[in-house]
């Protein structure tokens, strides 16, 4: 069992930046894939961005392309995901997933469906 607790959120003016990190506990000495995806209200659950188990591949979704990044600290058994250039529509509740134990740590995961563990959620507000 892994447990996630997301953490970073808050309100910021459009154009601002915003720093979600994602604390693991439990049996982190494995080897599993993160990933962050965002919701709002009526909205589907969709995928922002992906770090691979190795944190040698990363994937983000077109809307995160060139403005998020997503990384890890194995030391520190959390992942972060910085937001910049925030747009009002980034406003959402943000949350971590980890897939895994992984018996191959290349991959990264995009789809919801994949993620075997979560957290409770982050709330991202952007003014306009």
């Known amino acids: 069992q892994?447990?996630?607790v997301e953490s970073g959120g808050g309100l910021v003016q459009a154009g601002g930046s915003l720093r979600l990190s994602c604390a693991a506990s439990g049996r982190t000495s494995k080897t599993y894939g993160w990933g962050w995806f965002r919701q709002s209200p009526g909205k589907e659950r969709e995928f922002v961005a992906a770090i691979s188990g190795s944190g040698t591949r990363s994937?983000?979704?077109?809307?995160?392309?060139?403005?998020?990044?997503?990384s890890r600290s194995n030391a520190e058994k959390t992942v972060y995901l910085?937001?910049?250039?925030?747009r009002a529509e980034d406003t959402a509740t943000y949350y971590c997933a980890a897939k895994g134990p992984l018996a191959y740590n290349g991959n990264y995961y995009v789809e919801s469906s994949q993620y075997?563990?979560?957290g409770q959620g982050t709330q991202v507000t952007?003014?306009?």
């Open 2 to 4: 892994v447990q996630l």
């Open 59 to 70: 994937y983000y979704a077109d809307s995160a392309k060139g403005r998020f990044t997503i």
């Open 82 to 86: 910085q937001m910049d250039s925030l």
């Open 116 to 118: 075997d563990y979560w």
């Open 126 to 128: 952007v003014s306009a």
